[in-house]
T-cell receptor
Framework: GESVGLHLPTLSVQEGDNSIINCAYS??????FIWYKQESGKGPQFIID?????DKRQGQRVTVLLNKTVKHLSLQIAATQPGDSAVYFC????????????FGSGTRLLVRP | DTEVTQTPKHLVMGMTNKKSLKCEQH?????MYWYKQKAKKPPELMFVYSYEKLSINESVPSRFSPECPNSSLLNLHLHALQPEDSALYLC????????????FGQGTRLTVV
């Protein structure tokens, strides 16, 4: 079936470096995407979203890029900090009988001091 | 206020017990969701309510019974659960279905013994 998946299950970066977390989706009908950060024992925290009519959106230290041609989504974190260590999920509003917010498999980001 | 409040934070229940999980939001969101998350897995959609009506049931067993008393509250009634139902149960809300700016609560950690 169609799903949202991630290329890298674990990403280890040096503090201060930039991080890039990737996500591939297969549902071309999806028109809205969200990145979430989930720390241990907590619920997913909204980071940034993007609609399919956009290629790029920037937030504070984070940028989301959307490439609809290859169905690829990425989250860039600038100057990665220890507090960024968490699992990151992308999610898409998959169109079925109605819209559903479906999560990808997640990437764990480890920040080395 | 972007807060979704879930109670209780932790719950241990026996297989013959009846319990309820509660979720509350005051963002004026008209879509509310229940997700189930097992360890090291992404959240899985269970139910979606739109304007207080159940719009999506992802083939969830009847031992899980959702209820939306009003636009701010969402309950999940539990009865005769199995140990494999132990998980983190997450509530979320968004402006409309499809997850637009969907925010999550911290979850209820449920253990079935």
């Amino acid at each position: 079936g169609e799903s949202v998946g991630l290329h890298l299950p674990t990403l280890s970066v040096q503090e201060g470096d930039n991080s890039i977390i990737n996500c591939a989706y297969s549902n071309s009908a999806s028109d809205y995407f969200i990145w979430y950060k989930q720390e241990s024992g907590k619920g997913p925290q909204f980071i940034i979203d993007i609609r399919s009519n956009m290629d790029k959106r920037q937030g504070q230290r984070v940028t989301v890029l959307l490439n609809k041609t290859v169905k690829h989504l990425s989250l860039q974190i600038a100057a990665t900090q220890p507090g960024d260590s968490a699992v990151y999920f992308c999610a898409e509003n998959k169109k079925d009988s109605s819209y559903k917010l479906i999560f990808g498999s997640g990437t764990r980001l480890l920040v080395r001091p | 206020d972007t807060e979704v409040t879930q109670t209780p934070k932790h719950l241990v229940m026996g297989m013959t017990n009846k319990k309820s999980l509660k979720c509350e939001q005051h963002m004026g969101h008209r879509a509310m969701y229940w997700y189930k998350q097992k360890a090291k897995k992404p959240p899985e959609l269970m139910f979606v309510y739109s304007y207080e009506k159940l719009s999506i049931n992802e083939s969830v067993p009847s031992r899980f019974s959702p209820e939306c008393p009003n636009s701010s509250l969402l309950n999940l009634h539990l009865h005769a659960l199995q140990p494999e139902d132990s998980a983190l149960y997450l509530c979320a809300s968004s402006q409309v279905t499809g997850g637009l700016e969907a925010f999550f609560g911290q979850g209820t950690r449920l253990t079935v013994v």
